[in-house]
């Protein structure tokens, strides 16, 4: 075969090419049709049953020279092409994505900035038990220039016996200790017709990583304009939690934090594995700001500030930790919150890594 030959066989390959890409494209818009319908109806993308009818089909009209394998193999490629192009398509169309808003979503709360590119703090106690203790736990942020203060007051336990919280008492008590600190309060609602009733008290609505797909509390959530800190689910992939955010943004209430806050795995030294990747992925998928709760994640003491400093090196635009006067007493939690002196340290220890703001020097 001289050059010749090569050069002109060559060429023709080079315009099949191209009919093939322009193929390839029109295939690929009718694809997306198919997603649309397929969005609208709420119906999955990957259809394992019609690939194998059209493997089957194209079987059975090959006539060679390729092998059937190669065949198949060449088209299960188109259709893995195919569903990915689906799922980008599906991405660019939610509200939280980065493919909708490029810039990052600020959440301000008083004096604060949640996801400005300065790092900040939320504590305080995992439940509510009294005014003395919530209004102990508020001096000792205000004393390292902590503003977000969180505290429980309806809460969600795995076991009914257990101290189920004080309820709007909690609400009224967060409320009042906040005012007389100049500090916000986030606090978990766990019905849909508190929700109204929250916006009364609290400065961020917590949706509790056992409620993420709680879709009437996300709807009522997204319904009301107070900021919402929605955890991740013990279980939800990367995919669920941002579809539990959109469930909010959607309504209309644009300003969600998302929180990391540990989830299930086989390891039991620990309460939860703390998903450090969920940090950059959430951060590149979303303009939404990420926090790390470091306290569920670990559900133990001696391992809080190196987690914090693993969430603030990963991108985390908040680290969120449980304080307590005096943890062996709690009605919640004993065995994961930190005391007062010990929060001290934690703070004195993230501003000497270099990872965080001293909040003190700034005020
Ligand atoms: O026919 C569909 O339902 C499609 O979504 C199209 C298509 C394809 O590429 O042909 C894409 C993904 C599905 O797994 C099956 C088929």
New binding site residues.
């Given amino acids: 075969m001289s050059d010749a030959n090569v050069k002109q066989l060559r060429e023709e390959l080079d315009s099949i090419n191209l009919e093939l890409l322009s193929l390839l494209s029109k295939r690929a818009s009718i ?1 997306q049709e ?2 649309d319908i ?1 969005t609208k109806q709420g119906v999955t ?4 049953e ?2 194998k009818e ?1 493997l089957d089909r194209l079987v059975e009209h090959n006539e060679g020279p390729f092998e059937n394998d190669a065949v198949r193999h060449l088209f299960k490629q ?2 893995k092409a ?2 990915q192009l ?1 799922k980008d398509d599906s991405k660019k169309h939610l509200l939280v994505s980065r493919k909708k808003q490029a810039e990052d979503t600020v959440v301000t709360l008083g004096s604060t900035q949640v996801g400005n590119g300065t790092p900040t703090i939320v504590a305080g106690p995992c439940s509510v038990e009294s005014e003395e203790q919530v209004r102990a736990v508020a001096k000792a942020l205000k004393n390292n220039g902590v503003t977000l203060m969180r505290g429980g007051a309806f809460k969600p336990r795995t076991s009914p016996y257990d101290f189920q919280g004080l309820g709007v008492e909690g609400l009224e008590i967060l409320r009042r200790v906040a005012d007389e600190y100049e500090l916000q309060v986030i606090s978990e609602i766990v019905s849909p017709s508190d929700i109204e009733l929250a916006t009364k008290y609290v400065d961020v609505i917590q949706i509790g990583a056992r409620n993420m797909q709680n879709f009437e509390l996300l709807k009522a959530a997204g319904n009301v304009n107070t900021p919402v800190l929605l955890k991740r689910g013990l279980s939800a992939t990367m995919e669920e939690f941002l579809h539990a955010a959109e469930y909010i943004v959607s309504r209309g209430n644009k300003n969600v934090i998302l929180c990391e806050r540990g989830i299930r795995t086989y390891e039991k030294w620990t309460r939860n594995t703390l998903d450090i990747s969920a940090v950059p992925l959430l951060k590149n998928e979303s303009h939404l700001p990420v926090v790390v709760d470091v306290t569920h994640s670990a559900g133990r003491r001696d391992i809080l500030v190196p987690l914090a400093k693993a969430a603030l090196a990963a991108g985390a635009d908040a680290v969120m930790v449980e304080v307590h006067p005096n943890p062996a007493v709690a009605l919640s939690d004993a065995q994961q919150q930190i005391d007062i002196p010990t929060f001290d340290q934690f703070m004195t220890d993230l501003h000497a890594s270099k990872l965080f703001p001293s909040l003190v020097e700034s005020k």
């Fill in positions: 694809v198919i997603a397929k993308k990957f259809d394992p019609r690939e059209m188109i259709f195919s569903l689906q």
